[in-house]
């Protein structure tokens, strides 16, 4: 996969580069950075567009404009992922983030295997906002973003769902990937503990990519 689009693609991503980072995210979720707000922007739609295409995928768009807090998430995440009850107004508690993210598709009859719904793809549009607002939330919900993924990965009996998701936004989150504290590199642990992802997946750190959208 190239490390970078060339500055000959930066009008827009091409076809070819969003095969090819779709085809990252079988392995890796992703942190997809730009300093040019123009090009992050137009790639987070094409990355959504192009996901939405895939066939046996779930694909579950967040702006990251509206998201400044765990109830602007909570709120987005009820729109892309719809259910009779909204989101409880938390992450870990009955009700809440995590428990919304485990939720498989709604089951439908069957007719054969390209009926199943086999990933499901988070594209999370100007990440860097919460980042920079609240680097802590930030960092708990990335957690559970991959921690449900690694669980439904690596601990669950239920039929596979691939989680990934792309984190997209400006030079922050490239920033935040070298951290070795931060959520992209290790699990959360609130007191020093085993990491409740890292004993429940085997796992030792999430698996998170970054890679620039355009050369530098």
Known sequence: M??????????????????RAAQALEDTHLACWSANLGL????G?????????MPQTQTCVLSGGLIHDLEGFCRALDRALPASTPVARTIDGPGGVIDRLRR????RPILGDADIIKHRYYVWR???????????????????ITGVAA????????????????????PSL??????????????FSEHGEEPFWSALSGLPRPNVRALPIEAT
Do not use: N, T
């Open 2 to 19: 190239p490390h970078a689009i060339s500055r000959a693609r930066e009008r827009s991503p091409s076809g070819d580069w969003l095969a």
């Open 40 to 43: 992050r922007e137009r790639f």
């Open 45 to 53: 739609l094409e990355m959504a567009w192009y996901l939405q295409r």
């Open 104 to 107: 498989r598709p709604r089951e």
């Open 126 to 144: 100007d990440a860097d906002m919460l980042l920079r607002a609240d680097p802590d939330l930030f960092g708990r919900l990335a957690d559970a």
């Open 151 to 170: 669980e439904a990965e690596f601990a669950s009996e239920d039929r596979l769902l691939i989680h990934r998701c792309v984190f997209v936004g400006g």
């Open 174 to 187: 490239d920033a935040y990937a070298r951290d070795p504290a931060g959520q992209f590199q290790s699990w």
